[in-house]
């Protein structure tokens, strides 16, 4: 299928939209060996096309794709115990994908699935630092609480990373939290706040690395990612390397 050429130099990870336009006015890229001009588009499957002589290579078409999981619903594809899944959700998507990681069947929020195996070990692993923003209703909420929760804890015999937490909004003690994690075990946050004497009764995803949950989505929504949004997860994780 042809593409700008601009685009398609993106997606081969050469450079930026805005750079790619740069070098095609320079006259830096070619079309089966004609200098292209802006507006040119290309067939990657049928056309040579070259940056400064040497021809660009782009990979297969991967799929992202943002999903708003709403609460009462399994991060897996099937559950022997018969409850919806995300697969449920995702019914009609003409190709397979799977959940990055895992968001527990009481939360809710940004969930990103793909059928990209690379850009699912580069989200997950430890060393790209990947964050994680949620949104965190309590009651039992104290005054000591955020300085608590902001402290190194352990769980499961193991140091976390001290989180990042501040306070939206309080209401005697019932309060909502920011809470930024880098690890993902398993009900990390809701263990945290009970280890502090606090009790989760909402838990929202709303960002994961530098992307937001999309505000246009309701729970239950999804969509796949921009371009703008890939080369932001690109940015953070070896991929863009």
């Not at 690890?183 to 992307?211: D, F, P, S, Y």
């Not at 949950?213 to 309701?218: F, H, R, V």
Request: with cysteine; aromatic share 4%.
């Amino acid at each position: 299928m042809e593409e700008r050429l601009q685009k398609l130099l993106s997606a081969a990870g050469v450079c930026s939209r805005r750079k790619a336009e740069e070098y095609i006015t320079a006259g830096r890229v070619t079309v089966n060996g004609t200098p292209a001009r802006l507006g040119d588009r290309a067939d990657p499957q049928r056309d040579n096309i070259a940056l400064d002589g040497r021809e660009i290579s782009l990979p297969g078409a991967v799929t992202v794709l943002m999903l708003y999981k709403p609460r009462g619903v399994v991060t897996t594809l099937s559950d022997e115990k018969g409850r919806k899944t995300v697969a449920h959700i995702l019914e009609g998507h003409p190709g397979r994908v799977w959940p990055v990681g895992r968001l527990d069947m009481d939360s809710e929020g940004l969930l990103l699935l793909t059928d990209d195996g690379d850009l699912t070990h580069a989200l997950l692993h430890p060393r790209h630092e990947i964050e994680k923003e949620y949104r965190v209703w309590v009651t039992g909420f104290h005054r000591k609480a955020v300085e608590a929760l902001s402290r190194p804890m352990i769980l499961d015999g193991q140091s976390l990373r001290p989180a990042q937490v501040s306070l939206v909004d309080r209401v005697h003690d019932r309060a909502i939290l920011s809470i930024i994690i880098h690890e993902g075990k398993n009900r990390q946050i809701r263990r945290m706040c009970a280890q502090c004497g606090l009790r989760v009764t909402r838990l929202k995803r709303v960002r994961e690395g530098a992307l937001p949950l999309d505000p246009a989505l309701s729970p239950g929504q999804w969509r796949p990612l921009t371009q703008e949004e890939m080369e932001l997860l690109r940015h953070e994780t070896f991929l863009q390397d």
